[in-house]
């Protein structure tokens, strides 16, 4: 009885032929992927960061000057801004303000406007309403989130800035 040769372990594959087909078909799924890849990550980047802080920063160089002189003369008042924060609940804020003198002596009839600026998203920012406690004291109430936020307080007499408080805080 004679036995039937095994297939040899060595044996030539038979090859598979490279059609027009195929390579088109891996061209499209390449550039599928890519293009759909560049989509989604163009979405993200508009959809998380406007990437606009300063609507000219032709007019914003323009106006350092006067922010300079401003700064100058805020200098020369040596006022002194307190600010302390309170959490009475609901997540809600209250943000209390104490403005004195050089003296030491509390100020009032100022008007006070106030930011908590978002350091990297402007579209975040929240406007405090604050409200004359009397004394040089101001409270405002908000909804502000946990996290680092640029506290602005613009202190105005009749209708002109002359005072501006600018810090960095971390609410919990």
């Given at each position: 009885?004679?036995?039937?040769?095994a297939?040899a372990a060595?044996?030539?594959k038979?090859s598979r032929?490279l059609?027009?087909r195929?390579?088109?078909l891996?061209?499209?799924?390449f550039?599928g992927?890519?293009?759909g890849?560049n989509v989604?990550m163009?979405?993200?980047a508009?959809t998380?960061?406007?990437?606009?802080?300063?609507?000219s920063?032709y007019?914003?160089g323009?106006?350092?000057?006067a922010?300079h002189?401003?700064a100058e003369?805020q200098a020369a008042?040596h006022?002194?801004v307190?600010?302390?924060f309170?959490?009475?609940?609901g997540?809600?804020r209250?943000i209390?303000?104490?403005?004195?003198d050089?003296?030491?002596?509390p100020?009032?009839?100022?008007?006070?406007?106030?930011?908590?600026?978002?350091?990297?998203?402007?579209?975040?920012d929240?406007?405090?309403?604050?409200?004359p406690?009397?004394?040089?004291?101001y409270?405002a109430?908000?909804?502000a989130?946990?996290?680092q936020w640029?506290?602005?307080?613009d202190?105005?007499?009749?209708?002109?800035r002359?005072f501006r408080s600018k810090?960095?805080?971390?609410?919990?």
């Open positions: 009885m004679a036995r039937a040769s297939p060595n044996a030539p038979p032929e059609t027009g195929a390579v088109l891996m061209l499209l799924a550039f992927v890519v293009i890849v989604i163009a979405r993200f508009v998380t960061f406007a990437g606009v802080e300063t609507d920063s007019k914003a323009l106006a350092f000057t922010e002189q401003a003369r008042l006022w002194k307190d600010v302390a309170a959490s009475p609940g997540g809600a209250e209390d303000v104490v403005v004195r050089a003296a030491g002596k100020l009032t009839n100022l008007v006070a406007d106030g930011e908590l600026a978002h350091p990297t998203d402007a579209r975040r929240v406007v405090l309403d604050l409200e406690q009397g004394e040089g004291r409270r109430r908000t909804q989130g946990a996290g640029d506290l602005v307080i202190f105005a007499q009749g209708g002109e002359v810090n960095r805080v971390q609410l919990p």
